[in-house]
C-alpha cells in the first residue's frame, strides 16, 4: 500500500467511526454516507489520481478554497459548499482534512444524528434551540395567557 492510499485509508476509517456511517461504492468509487446521505467522497482507490477528498464545508470553506490544491466541486455541487481536495505538495495536513470531514458530516447528518457526535465524550448532547422546545405544556403559546373558568 503507498503512502497516498495509506493517507486515504486513514481519513476513510476516520469518517466511518462517526455516528450511522456506513461505506457505499456508487459510481465505483469509495463514499462515506450517513443515514442514505453522501458526508465524504473519495473517489476511485486506484492508486493513480491526486484526489483525496470531497467534502461540504461552510465555515472552513472560503479557507479551503484559497488552498491550491482545492476548488469547488462539479455538477453543480460546488454551489452548495462541496469542494474537491487534491494531493498538496508535501505530507498531507490530515488533522485539518479530519476537520473538514467533521465539518461535512455537521453539515449532512441529520441534526439528532450530528449533536450526538458533538456531544463530549460521557456526556450529553446539547438541547435543541427551537422555541417550541423550551415551551412549558400548560401553555398554548408563549406570551398568551389560557381564559379561566369561574
Aim: net charge positive.
Amino acid at each position: 500500500m503507498t503512502t497516498r492510499s495509506a493517507a486515504k485509508g486513514r481519513l476513510l476509517k476516520y469518517a466511518l467511526a462517526k455516528p450511522d456511517a456506513t461505506l457505499a461504492h456508487p459510481w465505483g468509487e469509495n463514499v462515506a454516507k450517513v443515514r442514505g446521505k453522501v458526508f465524504v467522497f473519495f473517489g476511485l482507490d486506484d492508486g493513480k489520481s491526486d484526489y483525496v477528498m470531497g467534502v461540504k464545508l461552510t465555515k472552513a470553506l472560503l479557507y479551503a478554497k484559497s488552498l491550491p490544491y482545492v476548488e469547488a466541486m462539479g455538477y453543480g455541487l460546488g454551489k452548495s459548499g462541496w469542494v474537491s481536495v487534491k494531493r498538496p505538495k508535501g505530507a498531507l495536513p490530515n488533522e485539518m482534512f479530519e476537520e473538514w470531514i467533521d465539518e461535512s458530516y455537521a453539515n449532512v447528518a441529520p441534526k439528532r444524528v450530528s449533536r450526538v457526535a458533538a456531544a463530549p465524550r460521557g456526556g450529553v448532547a446539547p438541547a435543541a434551540s427551537s422555541p417550541t422546545s423550551t415551551r412549558h405544556a400548560g401553555r398554548s403559546s408563549p406570551g398568551r395567557a389560557r381564559p379561566t373558568r369561574s
